[in-house]
């Protein structure tokens, strides 16, 4: 069975950082890519960024791009979102996910994740 628990959400001023992180249980951590997705209240599910399983390669959602930094450490079977220059818009459920292995070709889809963390609240306020 694969857990994914996030921490280190909270609420920080527009213009702070915060780091979120993701830690794994159970099944090869290091063979999985992995992923940070958000959903703010009311719309859909949107992928944040992404990380291969050596962590060699990573993509980032347009938005986020320049500001928001994905990395890996495999031997703690753990991932990073690290946040900076918040902005009050990116205020969501942030949530990590895990694929074993991608299908279709876009690593940006909900569709392509096998497991789900219960997420981690992040606000920005103004």
């Known amino acids: 069975q694969v857990q994914l628990v996030e921490s280190g959400g909270g609420l920080v001023q527009a213009g702070g950082s915060l780091r979120l992180s993701c830690t794994a249980s159970?099944?090869?951590?290091?063979?999985?890519?992995m992923a940070w997705f958000r959903q703010a209240s009311g719309k859909e599910r949107e992928f944040v960024a992404g990380?291969?399983?050596?962590?060699?390669?990573?993509w980032y959602a347009a938005s986020v791009k320049g500001r928001f930094t994905i990395s890996r450490d495999n031997t703690k079977k753990t991932v990073y979102l690290e946040m900076s220059s918040l902005k009050p818009e990116v205020t969501a459920v942030y949530y990590c996910?895990?694929?074993?292995?991608?299908?279709?070709?876009?690593?940006?889809?909900?569709?392509?994740?096998?497991?789900w963390g219960q997420g981690t609240q992040v606000a920005v306020s103004s």
């Open positions: 996910a895990a694929s074993l292995q991608y299908t279709s070709g876009d690593p940006s889809t909900v569709a392509e994740y096998d497991y």
């Open positions: 159970g099944r090869t951590f290091s063979k999985w890519a």
């Open positions: 990380i291969t399983w050596s962590g060699a390669n990573s």
